[in-house]
């Protein structure tokens, strides 16, 4: 079987099935196990590197407006390839390559490739999308016994959490502007032992004012990126906190989002272990620095 995942959460989950040398063709993202990045790239960034999260979210509303695309698709590389499962999404034109633009390369290629759409919304759906891949692979087995090591693992982590008071906690997945929460994360910081002041679980993440934020009343707040890994993460915590940007007093952490938060993969328990160190240190240990930060 050749395989194109066009998502970096299911490279990682192929990789984890077993089925890591039937994947051929990944994206830019694709990082992680570091074995991906030897395959080759068939989705590029329609975005110049190095850009603030201003000048980002200014630069995508534009090309959205404009009906532009985000990510250049490789449809030679596509041809040259000859896939028989491409793994992509259809949850958020801005994180990767939509399914719509992936199935009109196919029709003008020719190729009769399977098309597999990923759309968790839920903690439980990233879990569950597990199963998904596995079972579209020939790997069910593997799959079932990764989906019961996850599951025991939060079972694990509410089990050393019971009985521990909810911490009110904001997350922002961007910064200028700053963006709620959403999809699977309020189930992660739920699972971690807080509350999400104005994330909503299952729904998208959307923009709110800095007056909403002010408002929302967190004890903790995690600075979360799409795309910054955990030094930039610090940056943009270190500048909110400059500018008096949240609320006064609040614990302000950053963390590195793109391992452990906002990709739907079996890192996200890790993620949820992660956020646990942080709100409850005193049940759950102190926070890893390779993976979250005070601000200072």
Not at 27 to 45: G, L, N
Not at 77 to 83: C, E, F
Not at 123 to 146: F, K, Q
Not at 197 to 203: A, D, F, K, S, T
């Amino acid at each position: 079987m050749r395989i194109v995942s066009l998502l970096p959460s299911a490279t990682e989950i192929l990789f984890a099935l077993g089925r890591g040398d039937d994947v051929v063709g990944v994206t830019f993202e694709c990082d992680h196990p570091s074995e991906a990045r030897s395959r080759r790239i068939v989705s590029t960034s329609a975005l110049p590197e190095g850009l603030t999260p201003g000048a980002i979210d200014a630069l995508v509303r534009e090309r959205l407006a404009r009906g532009e695309d985000l990510y250049h698709l490789d449809r030679g590389a596509l041809a040259s390839i000859g896939p028989d499962l491409i793994v992509t999404q259809d949850l958020c034109g801005v994180c990767a390559v939509d399914v719509s633009e992936v199935e009109d390369a196919l029709v003008h290629l020719g190729c009769q490739a399977r098309v597999l759409t990923l759309d968790p919304m839920r903690l439980d759906e990233v879990i569950a999308s597990v199963g998904t891949l596995g079972a579209a692979t020939g790997r069910e087995a593997a799959a079932t016994e990764l989906v019961s090591s996850l599951r025991a693992r939060l079972a694990a982590l509410a089990e050393r959490l019971d009985g521990a008071r909810s911490r009110p906690v904001l997350v922002l997945e961007w910064t200028d502007p700053p963006f709620s929460a959403g999809h699977w994360v309020p189930d992660m910081v739920a699972a971690a032992g807080g509350a999400e002041v104005l994330g909503r679980p299952g729904e998208r993440s959307e923009a709110v004012t800095w007056d909403r934020v002010q408002a929302s009343g967190p004890e903790v707040a995690i600075v979360a990126p799409c795309g910054f890994r955990l030094d930039g993460a610090l940056r943009l915590g270190q500048e909110l906190v400059g500018g008096g940007a949240l609320p006064p007093g609040v614990e302000v952490w950053a963390v590195d989002a793109d391992a452990y938060v906002v990709r739907p993969g079996p890192r996200v328990v890790e993620g949820c272990e992660m956020l646990a160190t942080v709100l409850h240190p005193d049940r759950c240990g102190k926070p890893d620095p390779a993976r979250a930060r005070r601000v200072a």
